[in-house]
Nanobody, 127 residues
Framework: QVQLVESGGGLVQAGGSLRLSCTAS????????MGWFRQAAGKEREFVAA????????YYANAVNGRFTISRDNAKNTVYLEMNSLKPEDTAVYYC????????????????????WGQGTQVTAQS
């Protein structure tokens, strides 16, 4: 069993930055693909970014590519999402997720492949 706890959300002006953290319990963190997803009010949850178990491969949704950076520290059981140049359309609840699959660009956006989810953290970018 893996428990995920997100932190770092908040209110920021458009153009600003935030860094989200997701800390996992358990000793198998380094074996999981980690992903970030978001859900805006009235919309379906969507893929944001993912990182392979080693950290060598990262994947981004087109909407955030070049503005967001995903990273992980396996020694701290933590994955991060650095968000820069935030836009009002980035406003959403952000969730981290852990998946015991092999990763890859085709697979990482698929929510059903992730086994564990955090409770979410609100990010609001106001204009």
């Amino acid at each position: 069993q893996v428990q995920l706890v997100e932190s770092g959300g908040g209110l920021v002006q458009a153009g600003g930055s935030l860094r989200l953290s997701c800390t996992a319990s358990g000793r198998t963190f380094s074996s999981y693909v980690m992903g970030w997803f978001r859900q805006a009010a009235g919309k379906e949850r969507e893929f944001v970014a993912a990182i392979s178990w080693s950290g060598r491969s990262t994947y981004y949704a087109n909407a955030v590519n070049g503005r967001f950076t995903i990273s992980r520290d396996n020694a701290k059981n933590t994955v991060y999402l650095e968000m820069n140049s935030l836009k009002p359309e980035d406003t959403a609840v952000y969730y981290c997720a852990a998946g015991g699959f092999s990763g890859g660009r085709v697979n990482v956006p698929h929510q059903n492949l992730y086994d564990y989810w955090g409770q979410g953290t609100q990010v609001t970018a106001q204009s």
